[in-house]
Nanobody, 124 residues
């Protein structure tokens, strides 16, 4: 089992950058693939990016590819989402999630553990 806590959200102007962190508890953090999802008001939860347990494989949604980078530091039990060239459409609550599976998943139902989320607001 793993508990996740996000941080790093905030208000930023369009074109700016933010780095989100996802701190995991437990000694088995490297036994879980991680992902970031986001949910804007009135919209369904949307997949953003995922990273394998070792960090060697990543996948991104088309809407963030080339702008966002997912990474992890297993020694620190922490995952990251570097967000560059932010747009107003990126405004949402961002949540990290973990699953013990090997294949990188993109559906929320495929993730077992979730953080509470952090708000990202991009002004135009």
């Amino acid at each position: 089992q793993v508990q996740l806590v996000e941080s790093g959200g905030g208000l930023v102007q369009a074109g700016g950058s933010l780095r989100l962190s996802c701190a995991g508890s437990g000694r088995t953090f490297n036994g879980y693939a991680l992902a970031w999802f986001r949910q804007a008001p009135g919209k369904e939860r949307e997949f953003v990016a995922a990273i394998s347990r070792s960090g060697g494989r990543t996948t991104y949604s088309d809407s963030v590819k080339g702008r966002f980078t997912i990474s992890r530091d297993n020694a620190k039990n922490t995952g990251y989402l570097q967000m560059n060239s932010l747009k107003p459409d990126d405004t949402a609550i961002y949540s990290c999630a973990a699953t013990s599976g090997v294949v990188l998943r993109t559906l929320p139902v495929e993730y077992d553990y979730w953080g509470q989320g952090t708000q990202v607001t991009v002004s135009s």
